[in-house]
């Protein structure tokens, strides 16, 4: 992916992946409000859902942040300032172009949608990018995480203070690639500094 610039400069990453769980939707919700309406960056969102219930997750989220929020299509390019959120039952990986990639391909950990899906193809496809794992039980995202690294990203994982529950951030932090544990009220001004930096 061409990453956009910033002053003429490269920005070095080209996207933001975000993992969610229990506890996910206020987390989501602050995160979102506190990214300005400039946010160079597109943001793709796993929220783990009730499979046989369609989402309003876009919905609501898009009623609480300067961001258009909207849920992820298959095939769709990937546009800046957009947040996508993956459909309930639906894996989102990232494809070429970079664009949506979604299936019904098994469950990891019982999930699908599942975030190690995503931040592993975001890795590939897309090479540094940002990922994010917030509030959520099990141990979703700490496998893709290494993906991220290895592709030299940055991984941030909320604190267990501000998380409503600490399984998903845990794990992610146990597997010795996370570069911040952060407060959730500091997360969205983190990535506005890191989706500022340029290559």
């Known amino acids: 992916m061409n990453a956009p610039e910033a002053g003429g400069s490269p920005l070095l990453y080209s996207l933001v992946v975000v993992a969610a769980s229990a506890g996910g939707l206020a987390a989501l919700s602050t995160l979102l409000a ?6 160079p960056l597109p943001v793709v969102v796993v929220q783990h859902l009730a ?10 989220l898009n009623r609480r942040t300067a961001l258009h929020v909207k849920e992820a299509v298959d095939g769709e390019r990937l546009t ?14 990232i494809g070429p172009g ?5 299936n019904r391909g098994e469950r990891v950990h019982f999930l699908r949608p599942a975030a190690d899906h995503l931040f592993a193809s975001a890795a590939q496809v897309c ?4 990922a994010v794992v917030l509030t959520g039980t099990g141990t979703d995202g700490a496998a893709g995480i290494i993906s991220v690294k290895a592709a ?7 604190d267990e203070q501000s998380s409503e529950f600490f399984g998903m951030p845990l794990a992610a932090i146990e597997t010795g690639h996370v570069d911040r544990v ?13 989706a500022a930096t340029t290559s």
């Open 51 to 60: 499979p046989r219930h369609h989402s309003v997750l876009a919905e609501i």
């Open 127 to 130: 090479g540094p990018v940002i």
């Open 98 to 102: 970079p664009s949506i990639e979604l």
């Open 34 to 39: 506190d990214l300005p309406g400039g946010f």
């Open 152 to 158: 030299g990203g940055t991984v941030i994982a909320q």
């Open 80 to 93: 800046t300032g957009i947040v996508y959120t993956a459909p309930a039952d639906r894996h989102v990986r």
């Open 182 to 194: 952060l407060p959730l009220d500091r997360i969205g001004a983190a990535l506005s500094a890191l």
